[in-house]
């Protein structure tokens, strides 16, 4: 089974509008990460924003938001007021931790939405 | 130094020779982390160290991949006997420790082509 399913090959958004990318995952552990990534043109990676498994309140970063819904295993990503800028490749990962080790494991990936932000 | 350094930026190498990809985690991380990106799709996992330790190489696809990071700091990948199957982007990583909230931070990445 995938780990990180993102549903949406693309994506398109007004600017100045508000648009969720959605991500969903698949663990058995009490204790994980969830991640967003963005990667421009250029080919970088660039992190976003995190969302603890235990933590009860939804992340914020300046306009990314995280709609966590635990219970769904959803991790939907949510950009406001949207800027020629967004556009980009957007990815959501997992970390997971180790059994065996206790430590965390790698960041998993999901295969990435296109965002296309028009003017 | 600053950020997570890779190199070559670029390598192209004819089918059959061996390669070694570089990294350079960013000082003082304890985890190190190696990707494959085909153009479109999201990062592959391949390997990871914590320290010096190989903790994870169930994503190498076969054992013409190696890596390895001897003293807990640079790592190389290695590729012996490249198949054009192995053009992609290689993408190193690292965080500062292994905790489950630490984020990752990527390196520009190696563009490999086998002609």
């Known amino acids: 089974a995938q780990k990180i399913t993102q549903t949406q090959p693309g994506m398109f958004v007004q600017e100045k509008e508000a648009v969720t990318l959605d991500c969903t995952y698949d663990t058995s552990d009490q204790s994980y990460g969830l991640f967003w990534y963005k990667q421009p043109s250029s080919g970088e990676m660039i992190f976003l924003i995190y969302q603890g498994s235990y933590d009860e309140q939804n992340a914020t970063e300046g306009r990314y938001s995280l709609n966590f819904q635990k219970a769904r295993k959803s991790a939907n990503l949510v950009i406001s007021a949207s800027q020629l800028g967004d556009s980009a490749m957007y990815f959501c990962a997992m970390r997971e931790r180790s059994i065996s080790s206790g430590s965390a494991r790698q960041l998993t990936f999901g295969s990435g939405t296109q965002l296309t932000v028009l003017p | 130094g600053a950020g997570v350094s890779q190199s070559p930026r670029y390598k192209v190498t004819k089918r059959g020779q061996d390669v070694a990809l570089r990294c350079d985690p960013i000082s003082g991380h304890v985890s190190l982390y190696w990707y494959r990106q085909a153009l479109g799709q999201g990062p592959e996992f391949l390997t990871y160290?914590?320290?010096?330790?190989?903790?994870?190489k169930s994503g190498l696809p076969n054992d013409r991949f190696s890596a390895e990071r001897p003293e807990g700091s640079i790592s190389t990948l290695t590729i012996q006997r490249t198949e054009q199957r192995d053009s992609a982007m290689y993408r190193c990583?690292?965080?500062?420790?292994?905790?489950?909230?630490?984020?990752?931070?990527f390196g520009q990445g190696t563009r490999l082509t086998v002609v």
């Open positions: 990583a690292s965080s500062l420790d292994k905790g489950v909230r630490t984020e990752a931070f």
């Open positions: 160290f914590n320290y010096e330790a190989q903790q994870d």
